[in-house]
């Protein structure tokens, strides 16, 4: 015999589907049939048929989202390279009157007599390339060329080398040990251009 919480299932299988499609989580479809989620998940396991309906839900959404991210991703490469657009516009332009007989109306000169509506006209226009998505589209997909600070790490490594000569040379004037007459800054700079006293 069913449990009260697997008659809740089956009467509700569509308002389920309705809400796994909808990409509510199994938590708040849980709460929204007034059962816990530990339940709902043990129930899960054990009706095929609630299982089925949330594995396809999930590859529906899964598949839903890929394309979402496919069409952001080619938006995206639009923005990076400039793209043309039409662009739908209102104008003002001057057309004959015509009377209830279809034919164009005169003035007593013989002059057509023309009105002023708005039409709508499509203008093709360039939107240029942005920088900021180009600089967003290379540090991300061109991370082994382009880097926000490419010479950041060169100098950070450098640093800390620095860093460690001067700790070196500090406990050899410390401890009395000879640095040939010279400055830290003279040793380091040495160091740094490969110099005879290179090594500390």
Request: glycine share 8%; with cysteine; hydrophobic share 40%.
């Amino acid at each position: 015999m069913a449990s009260k919480n697997e008659e809740k299932i089956y009467e509700n299988m569509k308002s389920l589907e309705e809400w796994a499609f909808a990409g509510l989580s199994q938590k708040e479809m849980a709460e929204m049939l007034g059962m816990a989620y530990s339940t709902f998940r043990k129930l899960r396991g054990e009706i095929p048929a609630l299982s089925a309906l949330l594995k396809k839900s999930a590859d529906f959404l899964k598949a839903e989202q890929k394309k979402e991210i496919e069409k952001v991703e080619v938006s995206l490469l639009n923005r990076c390279l400039g793209y043309n657009a039409d662009i739908k516009k209102h104008m003002k332009v001057k057309k004959p009157m015509q009377g209830a007989d279809g034919k164009v109306l005169m003035d007593a000169n013989g002059k057509v007599i023309t009105e002023e509506v708005l039409e709508e006209v499509t203008e093709q226009q360039h939107v240029p390339a942005d920088v900021g998505a180009i600089k967003f589209y290379l540090l991300n997909k061109a991370k082994d060329k382009w880097k926000e600070n490419p010479d950041r790490l060169e100098l950070e490594k450098k640093r800390v080398a620095n860093d460690t000569k001067r700790t070196k040379l500090a406990e050899q004037a410390a401890s009395g040990g000879g640095v040939s007459g010279k400055t830290i800054e003279e040793i380091l700079e040495e160091a740094e251009s490969g110099g005879a006293d290179a090594e500390v």
